[in-house]
């Protein structure tokens, strides 16, 4: 079994929380409680990683925590730049 990692958040906008998995495109999830949006992003990533077999994509092996430093570092590096 795959384990990638998940990135939580709450959505104003949405009035809830998301859940995205950032190493497989378009994978997310809704919940109204950070609780429901983790289950829910669960049977999301199962669907994705089934459906990419039957499609014969190529399904992306988890980096874990790697790619999330990553992404924050992408995220955050860039918004906390002092000005010159």
Same mark, same amino acid.
């Given at each position: 079994m795959? @384990?990638?990692?998940?990135?939580?958040?709450?959505?104003?906008?949405?009035?809830?929380?998301?859940?995205?998995?950032?190493? &497989?495109?378009?994978?997310?999830?809704?919940?109204k409680?950070?609780?429901?949006?983790?289950?829910?992003?669960?049977?999301?990533?199962?669907?994705? &990683?089934?459906?990419?077999?039957?499609?014969?994509?190529?399904?992306?092996k988890?980096?874990? @925590?790697?790619?999330?430093?990553?992404?924050?570092k992408?995220?955050?590096?860039?918004?906390?730049?002092?000005?010159?």
């Open positions: 795959y @384990k990638y990692a998940i990135e939580i958040f709450y959505s104003e906008e949405d009035e809830g929380y998301i859940a995205v998995v950032p190493e &497989l495109p378009g994978c997310s999830a809704f919940g409680t950070e609780e429901e949006a983790l289950r829910e992003i669960k049977i999301a990533i199962e669907l994705w &990683l089934e459906t990419a077999e039957k499609e014969g994509r190529e399904i992306p988890p980096h874990g @925590k790697e790619i999330l430093n990553l992404f924050y992408q995220k955050f590096h860039s918004t906390t730049q002092p000005s010159t």
